[in-house]
T-cell receptor, first 110, second 112 residues
């Protein structure tokens, strides 16, 4: 059973466009983390959201945690080729496990 | 100064062989993990150790055996390698179990 559903799975856009990636679950998480993975490397943490309704901004990236702490979104404004990569959401619960979504592979074309 | 390092980065081997992957972290973290990332990029946890004690052991064939000689090291030994074991294996660490993970660069295993 996949606890975290990420959508879309693939996204190819032109430089300058905006996009949103969604991470949904029927389970409540104590926190939700977003990672970016570039080819040939391991995932790197972008942000952690903890409080329901929380919004965090990282330059052109905006992360939101749902009020019920079951879902999250990542919005990128004016995407650039350097944003290309695999975006992973991961939910933390009390059992020490971090459950990852299947990822969104983003390609930003110049 | 590499925070989480893994060796080897690439591993090509024949079916039936036994191989080991090593992981070291210099972050002073208490918890370490092994993940498997398949060809569809799905990242799935295999094992986790906290202060050398096994705390997560997912449904993984018993051909896979983790060993933690100290809290800075977590090695993964795989017996009787099978074609389906081909994947990228990531080591990670965190200060608190389940919190922010710091990943190594991955070990690309190809079983022929």
């Amino acid at each position: 059973t996949q606890l975290l559903e990420q959508s879309p799975q693939f996204l190819s856009i032109q430089e300058g466009e905006n996009l949103t990636v969604y991470c949904n679950s029927s389970s409540v998480f104590s926190s939700l983390q977003w990672y970016r993975q570039e080819p040939g490397e391991g995932p790197v943490l972008l942000v952690t959201v903890v409080t329901g309704g929380e919004v965090k901004k990282l330059k052109r990236l905006t992360f939101q945690f749902g009020d019920a702490r079951k879902d999250s979104s990542l919005h990128i404004t004016a995407a650039q080729p350097g944003d290309t990569g695999l975006y992973l959401c991961a939910g933390a619960r009390s059992n020490y496990k971090l459950t990852f979504g299947k990822g969104t592979l983003l390609t930003v074309n110049p | 100064d590499t925070a989480v390092s893994q060796t080897p980065k690439y591993l090509v081997t024949q079916m039936g062989n036994d191989k080991s992957i090593k992981c070291e972290q210099n972050l002073g973290h208490d918890t370490m993990y092994w993940y498997k990332q398949d060809s569809k990029k799905f990242l799935k946890i295999m094992f986790s150790y906290n202060n050398k004690e096994l705390i997560i052991n997912e449904t993984v064939p018993n051909r896979f055996s983790p060993k933690s000689p100290d809290k800075a090291h977590l090695n993964l030994h795989i017996n009787s390698l099978e074609l389906g074991d081909s994947a990228v294996y990531f080591c990670a660490s965190s200060q608190i179990a389940g919190e922010t993970q710091y990943f190594g660069p991955g070990t690309r295993l190809l079983v022929l």
